[in-house]
């Protein structure tokens, strides 16, 4: 980390806690806004509900569609957190400290959101509690043997360990923020900051449980997707029925994850001027992480890909056709390759690129835009796949009900994000502090070399 | 040396107390000059010099071994299967170690500088993989006769010519890989000793110390650690798939180059892990192998120990759901038929006891812990080699006509090893240790110029109550 500027204490205070403690100017329009991309959502759903699913593109036997497309995507967003935050602090890698507490929240927003997805996919939204072992009476259990059970029960275990590393995470910033404000936020930071003083005592606890937490989420980070892949590969369904699909999702998803990481610390960067702590150092470490993990889910992708044909099986080499060759799927092949992987590892290898802020947000919404297609890729065609019997062919074309869904929950997750740093700070302070700390300077010669402390 | 002697005493005073108690970093000279001139004097004098003889006697009784295999004749696929194991078995636990100094060379971990050059060394056992594949050549049925990734067999030599060109690849850049990292240092040692100034000299091969040469030799580093990388993952692909999966019919399985590219590094860091120990017990490294340097790859091992059961559990739960003909047959196959005592040895070794030892503080944060879970992990590692070649070399194919799935009563038996089965497993081992030991008398085993750098840019201080250390990121 060359770039470092040297702050005080105050200034990281005034700096980091402004958006809380003051509105920006800006903030009100674009909460109006996410609200009516939400209310777009909230309509759909509504109409859905009111008329039932043929409203929307799905059909017989296309019964996933967008929004199963949706909600894969959302939950591999959801792996950026955990990626960022619980990896690189085992890792104990320095530059992860602006970027932790956005992607620990990106983690909770998407992976709420996505968790809507399938509850709205039901139909019958209010039918949701059947999935869990409620019905003792009838003696109508659900079946532990299908993964549509292990989801959910992945997906809150997930979510409950996500929030709960954001709250462990908070909890000194909590401390700070109930010391800066008055009336009732004062009352409410006050009561979840639980009594925190900021004793050696309570540092040592929280670094503790920060650690516990992080080899603790891993094992439920890799599973949450790892299950959700599960959902299409238990199945016979040609091209789904793969063995690959756990970690190919799950690189897939931190792929995606950090890109979407990216994104979201140019916005945070350029809303709230926070120029001196997000710098392009840390553009460039999540460019050079992003090279391997993107080689990483190529090397699946082909893996997926390669076995698909080598079995010589005409079900599985007839998804692939339809993939790789028919139109629009062809061209979303193409799409994927050169938007997920060739143009951004390309233009990663150079570290004026990975340095350069701009030219890291458009990559990184290009790179999600592969994600999504590719997630939409995996999904339709082994369910479109034209079979021996005719009167089972069918295409998926998605209605404007889908398309709403699909776009109200961008709307819903910059909500929550704009929400949240309405009323916590999105880079944890105390961290920013500790980083300061752990900063030095070594001389070697004539040269003054950046340094890190180590324990 | 004295300044060394000084450090010295402090780091080997703690020992006896238990490995809790080692310095946890080490304890170096105190000037780059003292550090360079007590390295070129144990390379000059080096140790292990019975483990040497020893190993090379194994070697050649492994060598007998291969000579009576080939004289047994190519009839019967199945007597080979425990020498593909053999061979599965050096690729994981021998050419996989070096991926330890290339991944911490490409992510700059602090503490690896007293042990990638070990972890470098390895790569020498890459010529141990292309003698153990010749014999193999024959035995390896042309794509013809089963599925294969070959188009109707078109090419002259598939699958035959491109596994060899891999494996030689593999060992071309495990060698430049080597020779790249030591120029600087056979440079030093030129310029110190006098008898060996013509090795020292031809692997120096003109270094200077310029800018621009140290410039190039990062960059060259950079470079051939990327291609390593990616050629293990390729070797691993291939053999994976030439020699278990495609002779297995109705075996399609996408994870399966994954797991045994997985499962290789990890025994690849066990067998790491082990020369670390040697070198320190025995090789008169104590103050350069502490803690740092068992820990840090100990915590590497449980990662990947439990990324073993993950890519194993990934492929077998696809397999128990789909339960068509062809899964339950490669099921049985590999490892709940005829193998099933090698297939449950290998998963206690590789996964359940390193785990339960790994993921307990104590024992990880030790010296003697990680090096007891990489003996079981490099045992480990072979019963999963054995149960995965033994079963797909004994599955017999029907020469012209494509199967698309092993007929349950037509499994293969289980095959005890035969006495030169066992030489050559014997050998393997022996032939590891001593192409290490070679490479280890011609050229420092301690990375000279990373140690030095290592210690220009490593400072103490006191923060608080505790003495912490610097160290400088120049880049």
Same mark, same amino acid.
Request: glycine share 8%; hydrophobic share 55%.
């Given at each position: 980390?060359?770039?470092? %500027?040297?702050?005080?204490?105050?200034?990281?205070?005034?700096?980091?806690?402004?958006?809380?403690?003051?509105?920006?100017?800006?903030?009100?329009?674009?909460?109006?806004?996410?609200?009516?991309?939400?209310?777009?959502?909230?309509?759909?759903?509504?109409?859905?509900?009111?008329?039932?699913?043929?409203?929307?593109?799905?059909?017989?036997?296309?019964?996933?569609?967008?929004?199963?497309?949706?909600?894969?995507?959302?939950?591999?967003?959801?792996?950026?957190?955990?990626?960022?935050?619980?990896?690189?602090?085992?890792?104990?890698?320095?530059?992860?400290?602006?970027?932790?507490?956005?992607?620990?929240?990106?983690?909770?927003?998407?992976?709420?959101?996505?968790?809507?997805?399938?509850?709205?996919? /039901?139909?019958?939204?209010?039918?949701?509690?059947?999935?869990?072992?409620?019905?003792?009476?009838?003696?109508?259990?659900?079946?532990?043997?299908?993964?549509?059970?292990?989801?959910?029960?992945?997906?809150?275990?997930?979510?409950?360990?996500?929030?709960?590393?954001?709250?462990?995470?908070?909890?000194?910033?909590?401390?700070?923020?109930?010391?800066?404000?008055?009336?009732?936020?004062?009352?409410?930071?006050?009561?979840?900051?639980?009594?925190?003083?900021?004793?050696?005592?309570?540092?040592?606890?929280?670094?503790?449980?920060?650690?516990?937490?992080?080899?603790?989420?891993?094992?439920?980070?890799?599973?949450?997707?790892?299950?959700?892949?599960?959902?299409?590969?238990?199945?016979?369904?040609?091209?789904?029925?793969?063995?690959?699909?756990?970690?190919?999702?799950?690189?897939?998803?931190?792929?995606?994850?950090?890109?979407?990481?990216?994104?979201?610390?140019?916005?945070?960067?350029?809303?709230? %001027?926070?120029?001196?702590?997000?710098?392009?150092?840390?553009?460039?470490?999540?460019?050079?992480?992003?090279?391997?993990?993107?080689?990483?889910?190529?090397?699946?992708? /082909?893996?997926?890909?390669?076995?698909?044909?080598?079995?010589?099986?005409?079900?599985?080499?007839?998804?692939?056709?339809?993939?790789?060759?028919?139109?629009?799927?062809?061209?979303?092949?193409?799409?994927?390759?050169?938007?997920?992987?060739?143009?951004?590892?390309?233009?990663?290898?150079?570290?004026?690129?990975?340095?350069?802020?701009?030219?890291?947000?458009?990559?990184?919404?290009?790179?999600?835009?592969?994600?999504?297609?590719?997630?939409?890729?995996?999904?339709?065609?082994?369910?479109?796949?034209?079979?021996?019997?005719?009167?089972?062919?069918?295409?998926?074309?998605?209605?404007?009900?889908?398309? /709403?869904?699909?776009?109200?929950?961008?709307?819903?997750?910059?909500?929550?994000?704009?929400?949240?740093?309405?009323?916590?700070?999105?880079?944890?302070?105390?961290?920013?502090?500790?980083?300061?700390?752990?900063?030095?300077?070594? %001389?070697?010669?004539?040269?003054?070399?950046?340094?890190?402390?180590?324990? | 040396?004295?300044?060394?002697?000084?450090?010295?005493?402090?780091?080997?005073?703690?020992?006896?107390?238990?490995?809790?108690?080692?310095?946890?970093?080490?304890?170096?000279?105190?000037?780059?000059?003292?550090?360079?001139?007590?390295?070129?004097?144990?390379?000059?004098?080096?140790?292990?010099?019975?483990?040497?003889?020893?190993?090379?006697?194994?070697?050649?009784? +492994?060598?007998? +071994?291969?000579?009576?295999?080939?004289?047994?004749?190519?009839?019967?696929?199945?007597?080979?299967?425990?020498?593909?194991?053999?061979?599965?078995?050096?690729?994981?636990?021998?050419?996989?170690?070096?991926?330890?100094?290339?991944?911490?060379?490409?992510?700059?971990?602090?503490?690896?500088?007293?042990?990638?050059?070990?972890?470098?060394? #390895? +790569?020498?056992?890459?010529?141990?993989?292309?003698?153990?594949?010749?014999?193999?050549?024959?035995?390896?049925?042309?794509?013809?006769?089963?599925?294969?990734?070959?188009?109707?067999?078109?090419?002259?030599?598939?699958?035959?010519?491109?596994?060899?060109?891999?494996?030689? @690849?593999?060992?071309?850049?495990?060698?430049?890989?080597?020779?790249?990292?030591?120029?600087?240092?056979?440079?030093?040692? @030129?310029?110190?000793? @006098? @008898?060996?100034?013509?090795?020292?000299?031809?692997?120096?091969?003109?270094?200077?110390?310029?800018?621009?040469?140290?410039?190039?030799?990062?960059?060259?580093?950079?470079?051939?650690?990327?291609? =390593?990388?990616?050629?293990?993952?390729?070797?691993?692909?291939?053999?994976?798939?030439?020699?278990?999966?495609?002779?297995?019919?109705?075996? !399609?399985?996408?994870?399966?180059?994954? &797991?045994?590219?997985?499962?290789?590094?990890?025994?690849?860091?066990?067998?790491?892990?082990?020369?670390? =120990?040697?070198?320190?017990?025995?090789?008169?490294?104590?103050?350069?192998?502490?803690?740092?340097? &068992?820990?840090?790859?100990?915590?590497?091992?449980?990662?990947?120990?439990?990324?073993? #059961?993950?890519?194993?559990?990934?492929?077998?739960?696809?397999?128990?759901?789909?339960?068509?003909?062809?899964?339950?047959?490669?099921?049985?196959?590999?490892? &709940?038929?005829?193998?099933?005592?090698?297939?449950?040895?290998?998963?206690?070794?590789? &996964?359940?006891? *390193?785990?339960?030892?790994?993921?307990?503080?104590?024992? !990880?944060?030790?010296?003697?812990? *990680?090096?007891?879970?990489?003996?079981?992990?490099?045992?480990?590692?072979?019963?999963?080699?054995?149960?995965?070649? +033994?079963?797909?070399?004994?599955?017999?194919?029907?020469?012209?006509?494509?199967?698309?799935?092993?007929?349950?009563?037509?499994?293969?038996?289980?095959?005890?090893?035969?006495?030169?089965?066992?030489?050559?497993?014997?050998?393997?081992?022996?032939?590891?240790?001593?192409?290490?030991?070679?490479?280890?008398?011609?050229?420092?085993?301690?990375?000279?110029?990373?140690?030095?750098?290592?210690?220009?840019?490593?400072?103490?201080?006191?923060?608080?109550?505790?003495?912490?250390?610097?160290?400088?990121?120049?880049?």
């Amino acid at each position: 980390m060359q770039e470092r %500027k040297v702050l005080t204490e105050l200034q990281i205070n005034d700096r980091l806690l402004w958006p809380v403690l003051e509105t920006a100017s800006w903030w009100w329009p674009a909460v109006t806004v996410a609200a009516l991309v939400l209310g777009c959502g909230v309509t759909a759903v509504t109409i859905m509900v009111t008329l039932g699913e043929g409203t929307t593109g799905l059909n017989r036997p296309i019964f996933w569609g967008f929004m199963i497309v949706n909600f894969v995507f959302w939950v591999g967003i959801s792996h950026a957190g955990v990626m960022i935050s619980s990896i690189l602090r085992l890792c104990q890698a320095e530059w992860r400290r602006p970027v932790t507490r956005a992607a620990e929240v990106l983690t909770v927003c998407s992976l709420a959101t996505a968790a809507l997805f399938p509850l709205i996919h /039901m139909g019958r939204v209010w039918r949701f509690y059947w999935v869990f072992p409620y019905d003792f009476d009838r003696m109508l259990w659900p079946d532990v043997r299908s993964p549509l059970i292990w989801d959910p029960s992945a997906i809150f275990t997930y979510l409950t360990g996500a929030t709960m590393f954001v709250f462990m995470a908070l909890l000194p910033d909590l401390g700070i923020l109930r010391d800066r404000t008055t009336g009732w936020r004062r009352t409410f930071y006050a009561f979840a900051s639980l009594g925190w003083r900021g004793n050696p005592r309570q540092f040592k606890l929280q670094f503790i449980l920060g650690i516990l937490l992080s080899g603790l989420i891993l094992p439920v980070f890799v599973s949450v997707h790892s299950i959700v892949s599960w959902d299409f590969a238990v199945s016979l369904v040609p091209a789904w029925h793969a063995t690959v699909f756990a970690p190919y999702f799950v690189i897939g998803a931190v792929h995606s994850g950090v890109s979407g990481v990216v994104t979201m610390m140019v916005v945070l960067r350029a809303a709230f %001027k926070w120029q001196d702590y997000i710098t392009p150092d840390h553009f460039d470490a999540l460019g050079r992480l992003l090279v391997a993990v993107a080689t990483a889910w190529l090397y699946f992708f /082909m893996l997926d890909l390669l076995f698909a044909i080598y079995g010589g099986e005409t079900r599985e080499v007839g998804v692939m056709e339809q993939r790789i060759f028919q139109w629009p799927w062809g061209f979303f092949f193409f799409l994927i390759i050169v938007l997920g992987y060739i143009i951004p590892v390309s233009a990663w290898m150079f570290r004026s690129v990975r340095r350069n802020i701009m030219w890291m947000f458009a990559i990184s919404i290009m790179v999600n835009v592969s994600m999504w297609l590719e997630r939409l890729w995996l999904i339709i065609p082994g369910l479109q796949n034209k079979e021996r019997l005719t009167f089972d062919w069918a295409v998926f074309q998605p209605s404007l009900i889908e398309i /709403m869904l699909v776009f109200s929950s961008f709307g819903l997750v910059c909500l929550g994000l704009l929400m949240f740093s309405k009323f916590f700070p999105l880079i944890p302070v105390w961290e920013e502090k500790e980083g300061q700390l752990f900063r030095e300077e070594i %001389k070697i010669g004539n040269r003054i070399v950046p340094a890190i402390v180590r324990e | 040396m004295t300044a060394h002697t000084t450090h010295a005493g402090h780091a080997e005073g703690h020992d006896h107390h238990g490995s809790r108690h080692v310095n946890p970093r080490p304890v170096l000279p105190a000037t780059p000059q003292a550090l360079t001139t007590d390295l070129v004097d144990r390379i000059t004098h080096p140790k292990l010099g019975g483990l040497f003889v020893v190993s090379g006697l194994l070697f050649l009784v +492994g060598i007998v +071994g291969v000579f009576m295999k080939v004289s047994g004749g190519y009839a019967d696929r199945s007597t080979w299967g425990f020498y593909a194991a053999v061979f599965a078995w050096v690729l994981s636990t021998g050419c996989s170690a070096p991926i330890l100094s290339v991944a911490t060379r490409l992510t700059k971990g602090y503490w690896r500088k007293p042990l990638v050059r070990i972890a470098e060394l #390895f +790569g020498a056992t890459t010529i141990l993989l292309v003698l153990l594949y010749l014999p193999l050549i024959p035995v390896i049925p042309p794509p013809t006769s089963h599925m294969s990734f070959w188009v109707n067999g078109s090419w002259v030599g598939e699958p035959q010519v491109v596994l060899l060109f891999s494996v030689l @690849g593999l060992a071309l850049c495990g060698i430049g890989y080597i020779f790249t990292s030591v120029r600087a240092d056979a440079a030093a040692v @030129g310029d110190q000793t @006098g @008898g060996r100034k013509g090795l020292a000299a031809m692997l120096a091969s003109q270094w200077g110390g310029t800018p621009h040469q140290w410039k190039v030799m990062r960059q060259g580093l950079s470079y051939l650690a990327s291609f =390593y990388l990616m050629f293990v993952i390729f070797v691993h692909f291939l053999v994976s798939v030439e020699l278990a999966i495609t002779l297995v019919p109705g075996w !399609r399985d996408p994870i399966f180059p994954a &797991f045994h590219a997985v499962s290789g590094v990890q025994a690849g860091l066990a067998s790491l892990i082990l020369m670390l =120990y040697a070198m320190r017990r025995w090789g008169g490294y104590k103050d350069y192998l502490v803690l740092d340097q &068992f820990w840090n790859p100990a915590k590497l091992l449980m990662s990947f120990t439990m990324l073993w #059961f993950y890519m194993w559990w990934s492929a077998f739960i696809i397999f128990w759901y789909g339960r068509t003909p062809a899964e339950q047959g490669v099921l049985l196959v590999t490892g &709940f038929g005829p193998y099933l005592y090698v297939f449950v040895t290998g998963f206690i070794l590789n &996964f359940a006891l *390193p785990l339960l030892m790994l993921i307990w503080n104590p024992i !990880r944060v030790s010296i003697p812990g *990680p090096v007891v879970a990489a003996v079981i992990i490099v045992i480990g590692n072979f019963f999963d080699r054995w149960r995965i070649y +033994g079963g797909s070399f004994g599955t017999h194919l029907v020469d012209g006509q494509i199967q698309h799935a092993v007929p349950v009563d037509q499994l293969p038996i289980f095959r005890m090893p035969d006495v030169p089965d066992l030489m050559v497993l014997a050998g393997a081992l022996g032939g590891m240790i001593f192409l290490f030991m070679l490479a280890a008398r011609m050229v420092p085993v301690m990375s000279l110029w990373e140690l030095t750098e290592g210690q220009l840019l490593t400072r103490t201080k006191m923060l608080g109550k505790n003495q912490v250390v610097i160290i400088g990121k120049p880049e």
